[in-house]
């Protein structure tokens, strides 16, 4: 629990006040087999109340390095590109219009782990800014896919008006989806498992809110949304 304190402590300074986007998922993990080729998506919603030019620009690639020397490339909501793309921008966006990072990976038979972590931020004001990263994990040549469904918890829309859904939980023992304020106060939990799934956020004040997904009183995910 101390840990788990300290953690949304970190977490809602990291959010500040001023930010003027949100990620749909701050890390997306998954282990598989070679035959495998994953696309996964990150999306980048404009919450400014204006239109927002939005970059990106890369800080970790073990993926396509020595010793894993996987194949990928990266497509934004504009381009694909040919490769894992070192920075650009994504473009300009207006108000609750989301743009995506969409990577694709080929193994190549080598077994390891790789890494893709990006930074996005407002282009005329970098400081404000957030990271998203891409784990994958190949354990097998030839096997059964071991994709690790609890870490591809997600939820949408983003932003929401009334029901909130939570995917990626089905495979949890006994899930819990407690919802905090940017001023550190629990508002709403939910531990039914008929409920988790589609939570009503229609009473919520509108604003930013972080959602900190537990599972058997282990942390495992914090995402943010924006109730309209």
């Not at 894993?68 to 070192?86: A, E, H, K, M, V």
């Not at 219009?97 to 930074?119: A, Q």
């Not at 995917?167 to 905090?180: E, K, R």
Request: aromatic share 10%.
């Amino acid at each position: 629990m101390r840990f788990l304190l300290l953690l949304i402590i970190t977490l809602f300074y990291s959010i500040g006040f001023s930010q003027t986007f949100i990620v749909s998922a701050d890390t997306l993990e998954g282990t598989f087999i070679s035959s495998d080729t994953p696309s996964d998506s990150i999306l980048i919603t404009n919450i400014s109340g204006s239109s927002l030019q939005l970059s990106f620009k890369l800080l970790t690639n073990t993926i396509t390095s020595v010793p894993n020397l996987w194949s990928g490339y990266i497509c934004t909501n504009q381009y694909c590109f040919p490769s894992i793309l070192d920075s650009g921008v994504l473009g300009v966006f207006a108000d609750s219009e989301k743009g995506l990072i969409n990577l694709h990976v080929s193994f190549n038979s080598n077994l390891g782990t790789g890494v893709i972590s990006y930074k996005i931020y407002e282009t005329s004001n970098p400081s404000n800014a957030d990271t998203i990263t891409f784990v994958y994990h190949l354990n097998q040549i030839v096997g059964v896919n071991t994709f690790k469904n609890t870490l591809r918890i997600n939820l949408y829309p983003n932003p929401v008006t009334e029901k909130l859904t939570i995917s990626g939980l089905s495979n949890l023992i006994s899930p819990v989806v407690n919802i905090y304020s940017l001023d550190e106060k629990l508002i709403l939990s939910e531990n039914n498992p008929s409920q988790i799934p589609n939570i009503n956020v229609e009473d919520l004040v509108p604003g930013i809110y972080v959602a900190i997904i537990i599972n058997e009183e282990k942390f495992l995910k914090s995402i943010k949304f924006v109730k309209k």
